[in-house]
């Protein structure tokens, strides 16, 4: 694609990255067969092919973005989904992410929505204050249809509400803990443990830190790691990321680490792009080298996880996330582990398609979160599984209360290797069936 940026717009580094990149579209469409948005909304601008034909116009002409380019630059779910598909290798995300914080820098939002992408950005990142969130948000989920009429703020709220769990999960504060291998040390690794996941599930940091322990290797999570940046940086808010990044950089490089572990795959993604976020601050070099450790769950454990118990005898509905799949490129190795580990591993048709999680995308756009939502639980049902599962907190979150359960796959590696059974798999169709089968 050919632009048309003056030498003095080429001078600031952002820019030469968003010419680079846009130069490399050659406006195939191939793009638009995947996107979830252009698929659900049938929109050419709401095609990536479409969005980067608004970016490259809003920044060519060096102008304020305007109410157009925010309502399809909004709808994206940055799933990368198009970057996979793309035959000419077009860095979509980092397009996106710089629109996202011209926006911020150059769009005045309607106050309702400025006052919640405010509350979101003061909260999520936050474990303490989400845990403090989510018990409020139970307590007014009842209520939740008298929420007045359809506007997008109402729509919103009760989007809100409905991501609040049934029953809050005992508190977990992983900052500053050290956690000894069972026996021989083979390794030492820091665990990101996440704030929306410790707030809503400390279960799946449990069963990994277990897991990792008993297969000889030793986690730390050093108190100065917090939020991995993810929920602002999608949110355009350049310079909050920016801090994150440093502030993680620093604490994993003062420890002596093989890896970084992330079982959310949504904050991998970012962290596996910190070198590029941090490519011209004085700590580039540190902030690549941790985005070179940070390795997926799935990853690292692919050559040393070792089950211990008898096959359960259940079908594990393997969901990509994905950031996962599209953001980091990992499909195989989460199967490859469930199947190891003894379950029968189905997958749903369109499985590249997005649940509508996408960090806070399923409150902020609820109605194509909704439809997203039910496709992809359509698509998993039809295949009769016993358990949904995935490898962020995001897509379970969003796909629970279906009647399946939904599970974080290292909880089903962890109890295949002598950890505790997932609680998920408490409802009575998998007891009855893991019963059955013998294994409980
Ligand atoms: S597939 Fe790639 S090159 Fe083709 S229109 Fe989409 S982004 Fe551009
Ligand atoms: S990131 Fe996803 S929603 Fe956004 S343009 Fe690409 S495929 Fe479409």
Not at 38 to 61: A, H, Q
Not at 186 to 192: D, E, I, Y
Not at 334 to 341: D, H, V
């Amino acid at each position: 694609m050919q632009t048309s940026f003056t030498e003095a717009q080429l001078a600031d580094p952002e820019i030469a990255v968003a010419n680079d990149i846009l130069r490399t579209c050659v406006h195939c469409g191939f793009c638009t067969a995947t996107c979830p948005t252009f698929v659900t909304l049938g929109d050419e601008l709401d095609s990536p092919r479409g969005r980067i034909y608004l970016i490259k116009d809003m920044l060519e002409n060096n102008r304020p973005a305007g109410a157009e380019e925010v309502l399809h630059i909004d709808r994206c779910l940055s799933c990368l989904s198009c970057m996979t598909t793309c035959p000419s290798g077009v860095n979509y995300m980092h397009l996106v992410d710089h629109a996202r914080a011209h926006i911020e820098n150059t769009y005045k939002r309607p106050p309702a929505d400025r006052f919640l992408r405010e509350v979101l950005a003061r909260i999520l990142p936050y474990p303490k204050r989400m845990r403090a969130a989510l018990s409020l948000a139970r307590l007014g989920k009842p209520f939740a249809f008298l929420l007045p009429g359809q506007t997008i703020l109402a729509k919103r709220m009760r989007a809100m509400l409905s991501l609040a769990p049934a029953k809050m999960p005992p508190a977990q504060s992983l900052g500053g803990t050290v956690h000894k291998a069972v026996g021989e040390t083979k390794g030492r690794v820091a665990l990101l443990a996440g704030c929306a996941q410790q707030a809503i599930a400390p279960s799946i940091n449990t069963a990994t830190i277990s897991l990792l322990n008993r297969l000889g290797i030793e986690v730390v999570i050093p108190p100065a790691a917090g939020c991995c940046g993810a929920l602002v940086h999608h949110m355009g808010r350049h310079e909050e990321a920016l801090a994150a990044a440093r502030r993680n950089v620093a604490a994993w490089s003062a420890e002596k680490l093989d890896a970084i572990i992330v079982n959310t795959s949504g904050c991998g993604t970012v962290l596996k792009d910190y070198g590029f976020l941090l490519r011209n601050d004085p700590m580039a070099a540190q902030a690549a080298a941790i985005s070179r450790k940070t390795k997926d769950i799935s990853e690292y454990l692919l050559d040393i996880y070792a089950p211990t118990e008898a096959a359960p005898g259940i079908t594990v509905a393997y969901h990509a996330a994905c950031s996962l799949q599209h953001g980091q490129q990992i499909s195989a190795p989460p199967k490859l582990l469930l199947r190891k580990a003894g379950f029968a591993v189905v997958e749903p048709k369109d499985a590249h398609l997005c649940c509508g999680s996408a960090g806070t995308y399923n409150i902020m756009q609820p109605e194509i979160a909704a439809v997203l939502r039910r496709r992809k639980l359509d698509t998993l049902k039809a295949k009769s599984p016993d358990v949904i599962a995935a490898g962020n907190i995001g897509c379970l979150t969003q796909l629970a209360g279906d009647g399946i359960p939904t599970v974080h796959m290292v909880e089903l590696l962890d109890w295949m290797a002598g950890g505790a059974k997932p609680a998920a798999l408490q409802s009575s169709v998998v007891s009855r069936q893991l019963s059955e089968a013998g294994s409980i």
